[in-house]
């Protein structure tokens, strides 16, 4: 089933210049580039991302950490793209994270490991919605639908 997620690259890739190298890992395996920005974001726009989190010892310094400096949001669309953007980033703790995985190949530390997904169709829906606006969101047209799907038609 064709799904929408979010991800970030956080501050952390964005200062180590990762972020083209990780964007290529999601663009190499499949997935669609629907929307993508560079932004610095305000405490109100984090602590919104990460609300399931608040009043967790980590929050403060997550909130800290994801306004630190810019990072890039983008929207990707593929086949169960949710659950296939968490394996490819793979474990939150970098030491538990697998090597082909994003974390498990770039990443040392739980508190800067590069990149968020969302983690489910109902957080992918939430996280789109406060990352993009309708008109940021597009869409593929046929042809090239059919160019990337379908070489022998
Ligand atoms: N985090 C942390 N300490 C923890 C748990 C999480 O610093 O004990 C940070 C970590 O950067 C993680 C983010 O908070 O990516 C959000 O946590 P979550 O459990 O949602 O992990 P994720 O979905 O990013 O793998
Ligand atoms: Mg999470």
Redesign the pocket.
Known sequence: MTERTLVLVKPDGVQRQLAGRIMARYEERGLKIVGLKLVHIDRELAERH?A??KGKP?FE??VAFITSGPLVAIALEGPDAISLVRTM?GA?KPAEAAPGTIRGDLAVE??Q?LV??S?SRESAATELAIWFAPGELLAYGREIDRWVLSPQA
């Open positions: 990460y399931v989190h980590f310094g997550l980033n939150t739980m508190g490991n968020h997904a983690d």
